[in-house]
């Protein structure tokens, strides 16, 4: 069972929201070179969850801690921005990344729930042999 791709309203909202990382990370090659390291890895690691999160996928990803990241990143970012008044770097990729992220995930889930509905139907088509099953088994007019 294989995850379709997301459309390309929520494509663009996840490449969108990569791109919020961008001034965090700029401002992260002011950091010592194991700073700089750790925000080049953070932001990595950020796109290539967005892009599984988009892409056709064969295996299904933890969506609990999509959801976990996704939630903190979105609070964090959107209160920082909100209270303090002033858009700093951290605030704009917490906030930006973190409401790509809640959309591509609940893209991802919709698509993963239509796949496993659209497979069990598949298998259940298939393994009836065109049979109609009622709760005490198969009618005899099937058999037949």
């Known amino acids: 069972m294989a995850v379709a791709g997301a459309s390309r309203t929520v494509r663009w909202y996840a490449y969108a929201g ?8 700029v401002s ?3 950091l010592p070179w194991y700073g700089t390291a750790i925000v ?3 932001a990595l690691a950020a796109w290539a ?3 599984a999160l988009i892409r056709p996928a064969a295996v299904r990803l933890p969506m609990p801690g999509v959801w976990a990241a996704a939630g903190l990143l979105t609070v964090y ?9 002033t858009v700093s770097p951290g605030a704009l990729a917490a906030g930006g990344y973190g409401w790509a992220l809640a959309v591509a995930a609940l893209s991802y889930q919709r698509r993963y729930s239509a ?3 659209s497979a069990a139907a598949a298998t259940m088509s298939r393994s009836c042999g065109g049979a109609t099953i009622s709760a005490s088994g198969p009618r005899a007019s099937s058999w037949a």
């Open 18 to 25: 990569c791109l919020t990382i961008v001034p965090f990370v």
């Open 28 to 30: 992260g090659f002011g």
């Open 115 to 117: 796949a496993v509905r």
């Open 49 to 51: 969850l967005m892009m």
């Open 40 to 42: 080049l890895g953070g």
């Open 77 to 85: 970012g959107t209160a920082s921005l909100m209270l303090r008044g």
